[in-house]
Every structure is written in C-alpha cells, then in structure tokens.
C-alpha cells in the first residue's frame, strides 16, 4: 500500500503540473491559511502556536541557569528541540527521537542560530559563573504539510515573546529576552516534478526532494537543507531563492503583527 | 503529597487562595475536533492547565504479539510537553508518565465497546501543554472526548475530576499550590450517565468522612464537566452556536 498511492499520486502531481495547478487548488506559490498566536501557554516564559492548514504546532520557551563553557566564559547558550511525537499524525510512531525529528530541530535551530538574532554575550549574568540556558522546544500536534515552515515561525515567534524569569532565579528583574531580527524559514517541495510552496502532506508524500532557506531581516541566507532523494539545478534554486524573499517577508509581517509592532 | 505543613492555603474568611469556595471548580473548556490530522481530538482547558488528546484507529495492531483476539487493545501515552511546567522537564516517558500512562488505558478499556474491534488497537495520545495540577484528569477527559469525536462506540463518556485536602479541609479540584501543599488528592474517572468509577488514584490523608465529602464533590463536578463535554461533541456534530 505505501508504494502504490505515491505512485497513483505522482502521476496525479505531474498531470497537474503541467497545467500549473495544485490539489488544493492553490497557485504555485501559493501559501494556505497562517494564523499565528503568541504568549498562548501558561508555564512557557515565552510560547507560540501556528497553524498551516491543518498543520498545527507549538513551541515553548524555558530558560535555566547554568555554568558557561570554559573556552565561552561570558556566554550564554541556546537550543531548539522539536518532538515528533505519535500525537502529530497515523505515521508517527512512539520512541527515541527519529531522523526526521532531529534535522527538523536541527534545521530549526541552525537558521535562528545562524542569524545572530541572539546575542550570547547578553545572556550572561556572572562571567565564568551563570549564565542563561534558552530553551526552545517545538511541539507539533497535527502534520498535514510543511511542519519545517511551521515548527521554524513558531520558534522564532515564542522567542521574541519570551520574557526571561530573573526573579524566579533570583537574579535581577524578570526583562524581555532580548531578539534582535526574525530569521523566518521558506521550504519548497518538489512536486508533479516542479518545486512548490508550503507543500501539503499529499505534495509531501507524491513528492520528491525538499528545499528549506532561512533567511533575516535583509534577505541574508542563515541556514539552508536539501532533505530527501532528489537533485536540483542552479536555475532552479535561483527560482525558488526569488520567491522566499517575498514569503519570508509575508511571514515576518505576520510575526511583527502579532507582537503588536 | 509535598505536606510542607505551615503555608497558607486558605483565607481567614474560609475561602480558598484563588477566591474559589470549597466545592467549586476551576473553569473547564472544552473544545472537540481540533487537531485535523487525528481521527478524533479534544482539547480541555482546565483551570491553567491545558490537555490535548488525539485518538488514531481502530487500526491494526502490531507487533501481532499485542493482539488480543477478542478485543481491540488501547494504547494510551501520557506525556507532558518540556514547556508546561515551571522547570523544564526532559522529553521522554517517565515513570510517573508511564503509570499514568497505564491506568488511563485501562480506565478508558473500561468504557470503550473494546470487543468490538478483535484485534485491533486503538492509540490514544494525550499531550499536556501547561501543567497546573490536575493534568491526569483533565487528560482523560480529553481522551474521552477524543475517542468520542473520532466515532468510537462507548457505554458512556469518562470525567476526569479531583477533590482533596488542605489545612484538613476538604476541597474540589486542588490547584498548584493546594497540590503541592495540601495533605491529600483523589483523582477520579467516573461515568457520568451509569455513576460508576473507572479510574481511582489517592495519595496523602483522608477519613471515611473526609473521602465521602470527596467523593461528593468529586461526582457534583463530573456531571458539570459531563455537560460541557456533552456541549463540545454537539457543537461539532449538530453545528449548533460556536
């Protein structure tokens, strides 16, 4: 059975490919509905909710105390996890985290990262001695399509929402965790044989390689990742690079919005 | 329970910290169908805590060795997101996760027409997203309802509801610092329509009397809850006002 609908589906992709249309109807670069909550769980220093069709995710954000490394005596740390746990979807099944979950956080966590959005040295209290650990974990509860665009905006969305909690610590004043651009992620899925956006799980599933850019405030690549069996060309890339400029500014509009900028 | 003894839970007037009254309950919200990639879903806002369950199935059960040939078996995971507490907590099963796990299983194996589907499993995933006391409970709520959205036959729902003690007091659905410094807490499964009790855990101290006034509390609140899981199923089924 898992061989024969993707073979069924493909030829349905590619058929409508040619036609330069979607299943959903949608245009190629297309987005579903985005609806993005901030601020939204009660023990979370800072958290987010966002919904792609019927993708939803969460994501949380803890801080903890803890000593610096010896060689990074003045800074602080960060780290994104991302739990693909079997409520997300019928193919998820129970363990130890899976491949798949672990270059979602990866992935995740390199464009935020990368970005420089967070300044280490400001999470430092006491030199070689405390420093803040951030902790963004991501929490997807209903895969249906582009859980990487998902898990990435509601990432960057709790951190910049996040307030971190001095007083519980006993280390000053609780103050706003400090984010200083929004890195947002663009993926792209081959499907019907051309790359499309925000890919649905029937994209996903008659579909071949995927494509995911991070890109800041000034459209500077942070984080890239070819993932799955597939090649691409240049031209091709230079495509869909052209086209997450313009998505990746639709979503940190969205994010800005929702902070109330 | 924690029974560090000498804080302070309840107002000099009688009342309770949160400005609640002894018999009353945190407000619960419930909504159903919420999660489009699940068979059935529900989320249960209880108080601060929020708990989300989807339900898969009934599918084949593999490994065959979990196969039960009369019956379909449920396959219950308890897990509370590293977010929802104060403290992170560490992804992963734990042992109270697995117990909690375990008895809400069998609990809900008590309601679902089982026999119905021979070897066949039914996942049911309750993912705990903000943690204030009473996660177990409003969790097999969820799953209640969850089970109910996705068309599961039941001889009834299940209500997951809480009473215990503070400052030897009895009281209705213990909030975080009542859990933490009370003396008791008795979290209960019941089937609102027959009144029979599918899930049972007690930890701390309570009297004959103070368990019957528990007890008491405990059913006066599942019939609230029942009506509110009863209003959630409707709403998504007969499109009634949202």
Redesign the interface.
């Known amino acids: 059975m898992p061989e024969l609908v993707p073979s069924l589906l493909r030829q349905e992709l590619a058929r409508l490919a040619e036609e330069d249309a979607r299943l959903d109807g949608r245009g190629r670069w297309e987005a579903r509905e985005i609806t993005l909550e901030t601020d939204c769980?009660?023990?979370?220093e800072g958290?987010a909710k966002v919904t792609m069709?019927?993708?939803?995710v969460?994501?949380?954000?803890?801080f903890?105390l803890r000593t610096p490394w010896p060689d990074r005596p003045t800074q602080g740390s960060l780290m994104c996890?991302a739990?693909l746990?079997?409520?997300?979807?019928?193919k998820y099944e129970?363990g130890?985290?899976s491949p798949q979950s672990i270059e979602l956080s990866r992935v995740v966590d390199r464009g935020i990262r990368e970005s420089g959005c967070i300044d280490m040295e400001s999470l430092c209290i006491v030199p070689g001695e405390k420093v803040w650990g951030v902790?963004i974990?991501i929490?997807v509860?209903?895969?249906?399509g582009n859980i990487f665009d998902a898990c990435g905006l509601a990432a960057i969305a709790a951190l910049r929402t996040a307030v971190v909690p001095a007083e519980?610590f006993d280390v000053g004043e609780d103050h706003k965790l400090q984010v200083s651009s929004t890195p947002i992620m663009a993926s792209y899925t081959r499907a019907g044989g051309r790359f499309v956006y925000d890919p649905s799980?029937e994209e996903e599933l008659g579909g071949d390689e995927r494509i995911h850019i991070t890109l800041g405030d000034e459209g500077h690549l942070h984080s890239l990742q070819k993932g799955l069996k597939g090649v691409f060309t240049p031209a091709e890339f230079a495509e869909i690079f052209d086209e997450a400029q313009k998505h990746c500014v639709v979503l940190r509009k969205l994010v800005a919005k929702e902070e109330g900028n | 329970m924690g029974g560090y003894g000498d804080v302070q839970l309840l107002r000099e007037d009688g009342s309770r910290l949160d400005g609640r009254k002894l018999d009353e309950m945190r407000p619960v919200k419930i909504e159903a169908g919420i999660l489009p990639a699940a068979d059935g879903s529900a989320m249960v806002t209880h108080g601060l805590n929020v708990a989300v369950a989807a339900v898969y199935g009934p599918m084949e059960a593999h490994p065959r060795k979990i196969q039960r040939q009369d019956r379909a078996v449920i396959d219950v995971r308890y897990n509370m997101a590293p977010f929802s507490t104060s403290d992170r907590i560490r992804p992963g099963f734990n042992r109270r996760s697995r117990e909690i796990s375990k008895v809400t299983a069998e609990a809900l194996e008590s309601v679902v027409l089982v026999e119905r589907y021979p070897r066949s499993k039914i996942r049911v995933e309750i993912e705990i997203l903000a943690a204030e006391a009473g996660t177990r409970c409003a969790g097999i709520t969820a799953a209640a309802v969850a089970l109910a959205d996705a068309g599961i036959p039941m001889r009834d729902l299940i209500v997951g509801v809480a009473s215990g003690k503070i400052e030897d007091t009895v009281v209705l659905d213990l909030d975080k610092a009542e859990d933490n410094y009370g003396q008791a807490d008795l979290p209960v499964g019941i089937l609102p329509n027959t009144g029979e009790i599918a899930f049972l855990q007690m930890d701390g101290d309570l009297s004959p009397d103070e368990y019957n006034l528990a007890m008491e509390y405990n059913f006066k609140a599942a019939k609230e809850i029942h009506e509110v899981m009863v209003d959630a199923l409707q709403r998504r089924y007969q499109g009634g006002d949202v």
């Open positions: 769980l009660y023990n979370a958290s069709g019927g993708t939803i969460y994501a949380g954000v803890k903890e996890g739990e746990r079997p409520v997300a979807g019928r129970p130890p985290p902790m974990d929490h509860l209903s895969d249906q519980r799980e």
